[in-house]
């Protein structure tokens, strides 16, 4: 008998059921089949490889430009409150007199969108007043023998504004001249009060304390005050203005005159030194008035003034008035 004849009659002995031997086996050769088909672990885990070393990246890409942006924005800061002094300038230096001319100077001439419908400026008369600017305005007008049409230079930055005489003398004898402030705030508020005295010029800028131009940083030490000079301080300074300072030598080139009635300066202990860059043997200024009302201790305003004092004797000036910290000099055209 063949085997194939063996199987159908056992199976027909058992019923035509097939044997269990038979059953397990092919349910092992399935799940076997199963497993061989499916992801491999490696496979399974290679998603979340890839999202963890996407983040990385991306987390690596983010700290390195947080760092260079911290580092360009340290770099800006550092360079905009550093001092550039530009030495291989003249005061006298075509270039320089016509930039200031022609960019600072000219800002005042155009009409600010605040002044366009404002009221012109009081007539300021200094006759009865008591207020200082008044009074200095009427002390140089004694010494001037109340002369007419005069030309003045002045800047009073921060708490020395209180003695800003030009408006006075403008109103009242039709003085003529520049204002230099170098406070954006209150460059704005003159040249809405000066607008329309068209004889009176607003300049944002500054006196320089060298016989060459500069560029500095504004600091606001008090609500009032304006430091002409750059100190940073990383933990407390924030953004400050930049300002350009000129000699006073340059301003009077661009004005167009070396013979003036006034100057008037008060920049925080840098009066002295600004005086120095004057080239007396090729200007004429008839007044001067310092007006010591900044950072200066009191006991070191008398030595402080003796030795502007001390040099303005030198160039033939003699001290006419000193009140209230305002020493006024005039020139002695009798020597």
């Given at each position: 008998?063949?085997?194939?004849?063996?199987n159908?009659?056992?199976n027909q002995?058992?019923?035509?059921?097939?044997?269990?031997?038979?059953?397990?086996?092919?349910g092992?050769?399935?799940?076997?089949g199963?497993?061989?088909?499916?992801?491999?672990?490696?496979?399974?885990?290679?998603?979340?490889?890839?999202?963890?070393?996407?983040?990385?990246?991306?987390l690596?890409?983010?700290?390195?430009?947080?760092?260079?942006t911290?580092?360009?924005h340290?770099?800006?800061?550092?360079?905009?409150?550093?001092?550039?002094?530009?030495?291989?300038?003249?005061?006298?230096?075509d270039?320089?007199?016509?930039?200031?001319?022609?960019?600072?100077?000219r800002?005042?001439?155009h009409?600010?969108?605040?002044?366009?419908?404002?009221?012109p400026?009081?007539?300021?008369?200094?006759?009865g007043?008591?207020?200082?600017?008044?009074?200095?305005?009427?002390?140089?007008?004694?010494?001037?023998?109340?002369?007419?049409?005069?030309t003045?230079?002045?800047?009073?930055?921060?708490?020395?504004?209180?003695?800003?005489?030009?408006?006075?003398?403008?109103?009242?004898?039709?003085?003529g001249?520049?204002i230099v402030?170098?406070?954006?705030?209150?460059?704005f508020?003159?040249?809405?009060?000066?607008?329309?005295?068209?004889?009176?010029?607003?300049?944002?800028?500054?006196?320089s304390?060298n016989?060459?131009?500069?560029?500095i940083?504004?600091?606001?030490?008090?609500e009032?005050?304006?430091?002409?000079?750059?100190?940073l301080n990383?933990?407390?300074?924030?953004?400050?203005?930049r300002?350009?300072?000129?000699?006073?030598?340059?301003?009077?080139?661009?004005?167009?005159?070396t013979?003036?009635?006034?100057?008037?300066?008060?920049?925080?202990?840098?009066?002295?030194?600004?005086?120095?860059?004057?080239?007396?043997?090729?200007?004429?200024?008839?007044?001067?008035?310092?007006?010591?009302?900044?950072?200066?201790?009191?006991?070191?305003?008398p030595?402080?003034?003796?030795?502007?004092?001390k040099?303005?004797?030198?160039?033939?000036y003699?001290?006419?008035?000193?009140?209230?910290n305002?020493?006024i000099?005039?020139?002695?055209?009798h020597?």
């Amino acid at each position: 008998m063949t085997a194939k004849s063996l199987n159908l009659s056992v199976n027909q002995q058992n019923g035509g059921k097939t044997s269990p031997s038979a059953s397990c086996g092919q349910g092992k050769m399935s799940v076997k089949g199963a497993r061989a088909t499916g992801p491999s672990p490696l496979r399974q885990l290679l998603p979340i490889a890839l999202c963890l070393i996407s983040f990385a990246t991306v987390l690596s890409v983010l700290i390195i430009y947080m760092d260079t942006t911290e580092i360009r924005h340290q770099q800006f800061r550092l360079n905009m409150s550093r001092d550039y002094d530009l030495q291989g300038v003249s005061q006298d230096n075509d270039l320089l007199v016509t930039y200031f001319r022609e960019v600072q100077m000219r800002k005042s001439d155009h009409i600010p969108p605040f002044v366009l419908n404002s009221e012109p400026a009081e007539e300021l008369n200094f006759t009865g007043r008591h207020e200082l600017a008044a009074e200095l305005a009427a002390v140089i007008a004694n010494l001037v023998s109340g002369r007419r049409n005069g030309t003045f230079l002045q800047s009073l930055p921060g708490s020395s504004e209180v003695a800003l005489s030009g408006p006075w003398l403008s109103s009242s004898l039709g003085w003529g001249g520049v204002i230099v402030e170098p406070d954006p705030r209150k460059y704005f508020n003159y040249l809405k009060q000066n607008y329309h005295r068209k004889n009176v010029k607003v300049v944002h800028a500054c006196l320089s304390p060298n016989e060459y131009p500069k560029e500095i940083t504004l600091h606001h030490e008090e609500e009032s005050e304006v430091q002409i000079n750059s100190i940073l301080n990383e933990e407390t300074e924030w953004f400050h203005p930049r300002v350009k300072c000129f000699p006073v030598y340059t301003m009077l080139l661009a004005m167009n005159t070396t013979n003036i009635d006034l100057l008037s300066v008060g920049c925080h202990d840098q009066e002295f030194l600004i005086l120095q860059t004057i080239p007396f043997d090729r200007v004429r200024i008839d007044i001067i008035s310092v007006h010591l009302m900044s950072r200066l201790e009191e006991d070191n305003i008398p030595i402080y003034s003796q030795n502007i004092t001390k040099f303005l004797f030198g160039k033939n000036y003699r001290l006419m008035h000193n009140f209230k910290n305002n020493l006024i000099y005039q020139y002695n055209r009798h020597n």
